[in-house]
């Protein structure tokens, strides 16, 4: 199978590239499209990464290809990572509906060619944010099942390391999902954590340590705070300020830490180019498997009994053709509430650029895809791990 990244010189798809061939993802035999822009800068980075990682990785490198158009794209899956980006440095935010209104035309020259000259067979993975609109002109453009945004795996996989660390465990003993919009919105589901080695009350007792008397009730607020503490310490002291995120919670570790990653000035490429690989081989795979990721759902899970519609970081089956069920497990009140917000502020900055759920009908465009039931939640002991495979059992409740 080909794989195609979009904005491959940039930050984030430079390293998707680079560990798509370390990891030997990718065949020799399968090929490799670099993305770029037809102007100057762009293609000249574009033709030059790919002589670099010739050079770098010739002997287990797939075939190496450069297109410049949005019509020369042609791949099984598309990793998106082209648009603007917020700057990486102190206090220099961008607001979401801006970067929604800079990222919307890249979205929209990719999703129209892709329709009109691709195979109809494509999955997408939205890297670029804001990731909840690649997710929606996409799938609006290509059809629902064939589109998942990265950001909730990436969360899901902070909210897991952070867990374990807090634990003194490894990181494949965590189960447990975040949900919700990519960032600072996200919703970390405490109700799906999952602690190999544990039965329910050891599992309660340990996260109800960790999570120190605290609800989603005040997360929003917890985090304004954190950034606004964090500012004034690293305006002296970087690595105290990391050292800072070390004392906090779990949950609130999982948004510190990458926010100030970023504004330090180092980014965060290498965590986001690892999420996104993991997903790109769980495609090629061949299996299905449960991930998090930002989807656009049209009904098919319910949160306080009303059917959730609208692009969502939810725990999704993962396979080749793209994803198929909803697992959410029934979830904590603090949960819900904090759930249902986000999805009305996601819905808020995508109608701004007329992709809202009243404005983006993009149920429509669901095409063809595996005949499956709606799904209301998976039984009590929760999805299974972090890679886990799906099986019959699994699907139906089987222990993790």
């Not at 952070?162 to 975040?178: C, M, Q, T």
């Not at 050891?202 to 964090?230: K, P």
């Not at 570790?253 to 180092?266: E, K, L, Y």
Request: proline share 6%; net charge negative; hydrophobic share 45%.
């Amino acid at each position: 199978m080909d794989v195609a990244v979009l904005g491959a010189a940039g930050d984030v798809g430079r390293q998707v590239c680079t560990q798509l061939i370390e990891r030997r993802v990718l065949p020799t035999s399968s090929r490799l499209q670099l993305v770029g822009r037809a102007d100057g800068e762009s293609a000249r980075a574009t033709h030059g990464l790919r002589a670099d990682l010739i050079d770098a990785y010739d002997e287990h490198a797939p075939l190496l290809d450069v297109a410049l158009s949005p019509d020369d794209v042609v791949a099984d899956v598309i990793v998106v990572a082209a648009g603007r980006t917020t700057p990486a440095r102190p206090g220099a935010a961008t607001p979401r509906t801006q970067l929604a209104a800079d990222n919307l035309p890249v979205f929209e020259s990719y999703a129209r060619a892709i329709a009109e000259r691709g195979s109809g067979h494509e999955v997408v993975i939205v890297v670029s944010n804001p990731v909840e609109l690649g997710v929606a002109v996409m799938a609006r453009a290509l059809g629902r099942h064939r589109v998942i945004g990265m950001g909730a795996w990436l969360d899901t996989l902070r909210f897991r390391r952070e867990l374990a660390v807090s634990l003194g465990l490894r990181r494949h003993r965590i189960g447990g999902f975040v949900a919700g919009q990519h960032g600072e919105d996200l919703v970390p589901l405490w109700s799906t954590v999952r602690i190999s080695g544990l039965d329910a009350d050891e599992r309660r007792n340990a996260l109800a340590g960790l999570r120190r008397g605290r609800t989603l009730d005040t997360f929003s607020d917890e985090i304004v705070r954190a950034q606004e503490l964090l500012t004034q310490v690293a305006a002296d002291d970087t690595g105290a300020a990391f050292d800072l995120i070390g004392s906090w919670p779990p949950d609130l570790r999982v948004v510190a830490r990458p926010w100030m990653t970023h504004t330090s000035g180092a980014k965060t490429a290498n965590g986001t180019a690892n999420a996104t690989v993991s997903l790109v081989d769980t495609l090629l795979d061949g299996r299905d498997t449960v991930v998090a990721a930002q989807v656009a759902l049209d009904g098919e899970v319910t949160v306080t009994g009303a059917p959730l519609d609208g692009v969502l970081g939810v725990p999704v089956v993962l396979g080749p053709e793209g994803w198929t069920r909803v697992l959410l497990d029934e979830l904590a009140p603090d949960e819900e509430r904090r759930l249902l917000a986000c999805r009305d502020r996601i819905d808020t900055t995508l109608a701004h650029v007329g992709f809202g759920r009243a404005g983006g009908d993009m149920a429509s465009a669901d095409g063809p895809t595996p005949d499956v039931a709606p799904t209301r939640s998976v039984a009590a002991d929760g999805p299974p791990p972090e890679g886990a495979a799906v099986t019959g059992s699994a699907l139906a409740g089987g222990a993790a």
